[in-house]
């Protein structure tokens, strides 16, 4: 007796390809992160490059230890950042707004602050080096 | 006499060119994953408002802060004065670079300072401080 042949003309069967396929599909579905990495961005002054700026164009912002801030001597909320210093950009374009922060002070606090910069539209920040 | 129908409508629906269009999607999957290279630090990320994202994952490289102090880059830990050592060759190998810094929320700004001093040394310039998106 013959033995009955499945395929005929040595054909490969396609029939689970689609299978195979979307096995393979939903594994790199599965391992894809989409997750962006997001946050503030800032581009730092290069080494040894220190301007010298008008006494005018510059904004005094301090943070201390406990998140406080002073600017330009005068106590305010964090919230309130972003509306003073819009008004003061308005007042003066040039503005350069300095941030300077307690060697102690949390990282959020900070954070909290260069956001309220970039709320205000504030183009020129600067960082300043904690003596 | 019963008219007969000219065109046969078939009911059912083509299925010989799925598995095309599975491959096209299997190879979109595939191109755009990035197997995680390091994973890093348990941090508490801070949050905040105006937010970008990242252009690109292949140019960024990540520093991370942990709460206690510790600089972990590419999965070793370094002290402060070796990140300019460290960023400096990642930086000579990928002149696109930008910094993706990883620091725990209550992270002392004494470190993120030095950091800072450390980057610009490195001429690691584009630096970006990772943050969670707040809600409003």
């Known amino acids: ?131 | 006499m019963k008219i007969q129908r000219k065109t046969k409508v078939s009911s059912d629906i083509p299925t010989a060119s799925m598995p095309d269009i599975i491959f096209m999607l299997l190879i979109f999957f595939m191109v755009t994953t990035v197997l995680r290279e390091y994973s890093g630090l348990s941090v508490e990320l801070p949050r905040a408002k105006r937010i970008e994202k990242l252009k690109s994952k292949r140019h960024t490289s990540h520093i991370w802060i942990s709460k206690e102090g510790q600089i972990s880059i590419q999965d070793k830990l370094h002290s402060v004065e070796d990140v300019r050592h460290v960023m400096y060759d990642i930086r000579a190998a990928d002149p696109l670079l930008t910094v993706s810094l990883k620091a725990d929320k209550s992270a002392k700004m004494g470190l993120i300072s030095n950091i800072h001093n450390e980057l610009r040394k490195a001429d690691a310039l584009k630096l970006n401080y990772s943050t969670k998106t707040a809600v409003e």
């Open chain 1, 1 to 131: 007796m013959k033995t009955k042949r499945r395929f005929k003309r040595g054909e490969i069967p396609t029939a689970s390809m689609a299978d195979i396929a979307f096995l393979l599909l939903i594994f790199f579905l599965v391992t894809t992160t989409i997750d962006m990495d997001k946050g503030l961005g800032i581009i730092l002054p290069a080494e040894g490059e220190e301007i010298e700026i008008k006494k005018d164009n510059i904004l005094n912002c301090l943070i201390n230890s406990s998140g406080n801030v002073l600017l330009g001597g005068n106590p305010i909320k964090t919230k309130d950042i972003s509306k003073e210093i819009r008004r003061k950009i308005a007042e003066n374009d040039k503005l350069i707004i300095s941030v300077k922060a307690h060697e102690k002070t949390k990282y959020s606090d900070y954070i909290a602050v260069i956001d309220q910069l970039k709320m205000a539209n504030a183009k020129r920040i600067s960082i300043a080096e904690i003596d």
